[in-house]
């Protein structure tokens, strides 16, 4: 069985930086990409950044030159480096493995998400 567990949310101020982890574990063969999601109250989940196995990575506009998503394929973990912070940013962030190669076949999985809130 795999699962995601993220870490590192909290509480910062505006123009403050948070890192956020993610770990995959389980009997990985390997992970298509992993990514970050975020989703405030009201509002729709959307896609904050994406690192493909290749190294290849991808940024929502809104986050663009402020967050860095970096990926250890070794240790099937992921990370999101948060720079100046906006009160915008506040929302659950959620990691989220794509095919996913096991033993047992390959599927999709999301962990349970970490708060982020960024005060004014």
């Known amino acids: 069985q795999v699962q995601l567990v993220e870490s590192g949310g909290g509480l910062v101020q505006a123009g403050g930086s948070l890192r956020l982890s993610c770990a995959a574990s389980?009997?990985?063969?390997?992970?298509?990409?992993m990514d970050w999601y975020r989703q405030a109250p009201g509002k729709q989940r959307e896609l904050v950044a994406r690192a493909w196995r290749d190294g290849r990575v991808t940024y929502a506009d809104s986050v663009m030159g402020r967050f860095t998503i970096s990926r250890d394929n070794a240790k099937n973990t992921v990370y999101l480096q948060m720079n100046s912070l906006k009160t915008g940013d506040t929302a659950v962030y959620l990691c989220?493995?794509?095919?996913?190669?096991?033993?047992?076949?390959?599927?999709?999985?999301w962990g349970r998400g970490t708060q982020v809130t960024v005060s004014s």
């Open positions: 389980g009997s990985i063969f390997s992970i298509r990409t």
């Open positions: 989220y493995a794509d095919r996913v190669a096991t033993s047992e076949g390959v599927s999709s999985y």
